[in-house]
Nanobody, 124 residues
Framework: VQLQASGGGLVQAGGSLRLSCAASGSTLSTPVMGWFRQAPGKEREFVAA????????YYGDSVKGRFTISRDNAKNAVYLQMNSLKPEDTGVYYC??????????????????WGQGTQVTVSS
């Protein structure tokens, strides 16, 4: 499975961005798709995840109510709509795929495939 993230950019605080992640390869073997982000000098943190089978969504506490994850199975894509952006949302955003769906979706160790990342910068 190959993942290609896009949609990052520079936005002012309070603005919105929509990230996209296009998946290719054996995408049916990726029951869970997620987004993580990494700010300079910090560890990669969980942002959001979605289960293909149940449709269940999961969000990190810092983005609840502002970000929405969605998936288009026909297009093998997952999206992250980010609203009310804050400077602390700045970082490189990575999409990821879990081929088993057995582990908790909030832990990066459970993801088997990673995209290359897209930079999001929120100015104050």
């Amino acid at each position: 499975v190959q993942l290609q993230a896009s949609g990052g950019g520079l936005v002012q605080a309070g603005g919105s961005l929509r990230l996209s992640c296009a998946a290719s390869g054996s995408t049916l073997s990726t029951p869970v798709m997620g987004w993580f982000r990494q700010a300079p000098g910090k560890e990669r943190e969980f942002v959001a995840a979605l289960s293909r089978n149940s449709g269940a969504t999961y969000y990190g506490d810092s983005v609840k109510g502002r970000f929405t994850i969605s998936r288009d199975n026909a297009k093998n894509a997952v999206y992250l709509q980010m609203n009310s952006l804050k400077p602390e949302d700045t970082g490189v955003y990575y999409c990821a795929a879990d081929r088993t769906g057995y582990g908790s979706p909030i832990y990066r160790i459970n993801y088997n495939y990673w995209g290359q990342g897209t930079q999001v910068t929120v100015s104050s």
